[in-house]
């Protein structure tokens, strides 16, 4: 019984552990995706102005 949950508390952990993983490549990878697309696709600038205040309150006005 305590094989079974060591073992069930493993495979949790495991799980969690690669859902933690996939989670921080992802929000990295959307940032540089975001970096990438605007200084590329975009006005050419530094891509790090793409995480200022400023950049967000201009598309969000090009938008709407």
Do not use: C
Request: proline content about 2%.
């Amino acid at each position: 019984m305590k094989e079974q949950l060591k073992n069930s508390r493993h495979l949790l952990f495991t799980a969690l552990l690669r859902i933690l993983v996939f989670l921080v490549i992802a929000i990295i990878l959307f940032a540089l995706g975001l970096m990438i697309g605007y200084a590329v696709l975009g006005e050419g600038k530094n891509p790090l102005d793409i995480f200022s205040k400023e950049i967000w309150d201009k598309i969000f006005r090009f938008i709407n």
